[in-house]
Antibody
Framework: QVQLVQSGAEVKKPGASVRVSCKAS????????IHWVRQAPGQGLEWMGW????????NYAQTFQGRVTLTTDTSISTAHLEILSLRSDDTAVYYC?????????????????WGQGTLVTVSS | DIQMTQFPPTLSASVGDRVTITCRAS??????LAWYQQKPGKVPKLLIY???NLESGVPSRFSGSGSGTEWTLTINSLQPDDFAMYYC??????????FGGGTKVEMK
């Protein structure tokens, strides 16, 4: 079965960086984009960007450009999210999610499997 | 960028009710719209993709429809398990995703 398993919770100081991992299993890792979505405490969902594990191509939400880097290691079917210069308002649960493809292998604009989430707390 | 406004922010309903949640786009959009359910402390769950397609395993009481700027999620005969937050999500060009602000369906 498809699974996305994320790394554990992190506590960081303002200005530091953090790296969150997302290990995929149960499907061909290079066949689906990986998206990252975050959710601040008590708030809604915010899309951060995607990475194509097959090519390494990325696309970031404007809010995060220059401060967020998405990478993958296809040898271990793992995606990574790195956030630089953390601020207190980066405190959130960070999710990785798989882009859904239809029977024609086309992206249908939605996310069908999600990781369990990683809480990143930024506090001095 | 296209903005997605979801309403109502909170909806009070009873078991057995028919519930409708609306997502309004700032401009006419195509059918690249999805709906998710999220319970407290849990991961979002895909319910509907491409506006009206039911995700595998999702009960048939959930349905999606709409056109232009107005898109709706309907829950027929609300069940106890359906009290949750619901989010719409638009896919724009180049796979850029935008979520609505969410609707909390609570018990009346």
């Amino acid at each position: 079965q498809v699974q996305l398993v994320q790394s554990g919770a992190e506590v960081k100081k303002p200005g530091a960086s953090v790296r969150v991992s997302c290990k995929a299993s149960g499907y061909t890792f290079t066949g689906h984009y990986i998206h990252w979505v975050r959710q601040a405490p008590g708030q809604g969902l915010e899309w951060m960007g995607w990475i194509n594990p097959n090519s390494g191509a990325t696309n970031y939400a404007q809010t995060f450009q220059g401060r967020v880097t998405l990478t993958t290691d296809t040898s271990i079917s793992t995606a990574h999210l790195e956030i630089l210069s953390l601020r207190s308002d980066d405190t959130a649960v960070y999710y990785c999610a798989r882009g859904k493809r239809d029977t024609y292998n086309l992206f249908v604009g939605s996310l069908d499997y999600w990781g369990q989430g990683t809480l990143v707390t930024v506090s001095s | 960028d296209i903005q997605m406004t979801q309403f109502p922010p909170t909806l009070s309903a009873s078991v057995g009710d028919r519930v409708t949640i609306t997502c309004r786009a700032s401009q006419s959009i195509d059918s690249w719209l999805a709906w998710y359910q999220q319970k407290p402390g849990k991961v979002p769950k895909l319910l509907i993709y491409k506006a009206s397609n039911l995700e595998s395993g999702v009960p048939s009481r959930f349905s999606g429809s709409g056109s232009g700027t107005e898109w709706t999620l309907t829950i027929n005969s609300l069940q106890p398990d359906d009290f949750a937050m619901y989010y719409c999500q638009k896919n724009q060009s180049w796979g850029v995703l935008t979520f609505g602000g969410g609707t909390k369906v609570e018990m009346k």
